[in-house]
């Protein structure tokens, strides 16, 4: 199965930007749909940005819309998501996960049965 490994958190100030990365191996994420989530200690993970390969398709949560971008990059399968003007209600342990065969991407977490250990992002000034 595939398996998902996130990375490029850490902790910045306010306003500063962060990318993070989920490389996938064992399969290609050609058909997959990868969805990125967070989650605070204490409460319910919420989907953030989603991609679906498929169709070609991009899903924001409100709070990342305008300020957060997903991306792929084919050759590398790898997913990743640019955060820009990070605030301190963007911290959280940020996870990706993955499923086949979506058409049209969501963000609710029981779409996806493939997720990664997590990358813990910290804004704090």
């Known amino acids: 199965q595939v398996h998902l490994v996130e990375s490029g958190g850490g902790s910045v100030q306010p306003g500063q930007s962060l990318r993070l990365s989920c490389a996938a191996s064992?399969?290609?994420?050609?058909?997959?749909?990868i969805s990125w989530f967070r989650q605070v200690p204490g409460k319910e993970r919420e989907g953030v940005s989603c991609?679906?390969?498929?169709?070609?398709?991009?899903d924001y949560s409100e709070s990342a819309k305008g300020r957060f971008r997903i991306s792929r990059d084919a050759a590398k399968n790898t997913v990743y998501l640019h955060m820009n003007n990070l605030k301190p209600e963007d911290t959280a342990i940020y996870y990706c996960?993955?499923?086949?065969?979506?058409?049209?991407?969501?963000?609710?977490?029981?779409?996806?049965?493939?997720w990664g250990r997590g990358t813990q992002v910290t804004v704090s000034s």
């Open positions: 991609i679906s390969y498929s169709v070609d398709t991009t």
């Open positions: 064992g399969e290609t994420l050609d058909w997959f749909a």
């Open positions: 996960a993955a499923e086949r065969g979506l058409i049209a991407c969501g963000l609710y977490d029981d779409l996806y049965r493939y």
